[in-house]
Nanobody, 115 residues
């Protein structure tokens, strides 16, 4: 089982990034997929989640209207489109997969928003 995040980097405030989380070894369509983030000195927090069929999404209040989560059940990948980034979005972003019996985490990708 592998979850591999990519797409992080250093951007200026107001810019955009698109994170990807590619999975393998899992029945992707059966998974609830989420993005979490953890800033230095803070607890890990839920950013967004998307249900198995992809029709229902949930977002943290702090990212509503700016971030969009989506999934491709053929590519077995979940995405997080992040627009209008702010310095407070700086964190390590993690992908999480929740199956019927187990959950799995990726290794994280760093997002830094700074001028």
């Amino acid at each position: 089982v592998r979850l591999v995040e990519s797409g992080g980097g250093l951007v200026q405030p107001g810019e955009s990034l698109r994170l990807s989380c590619a999975t393998s070894g899992l029945t992707f369509s059966s998974l609830v997929m989420s993005w979490y983030r953890q800033a230095p000195g803070k607890e890990r927090e839920l950013v967004a989640s998307i249900m198995r069929a992809g029709g229902t999404t949930n977002y943290a209040d702090s990212v509503k209207g700016r971030f969009t989560i989506s999934r491709d059940n053929v590519q077995k990948t979940v995405y997080l489109q992040m627009n209008s980034l702010r310095p407070e979005d700086t964190a390590v972003y993690y992908c999480k997969a929740v199956g019927y019996f187990d959950s799995y985490w990726g290794q994280g990708t760093q997002v830094t928003v700074s001028s």
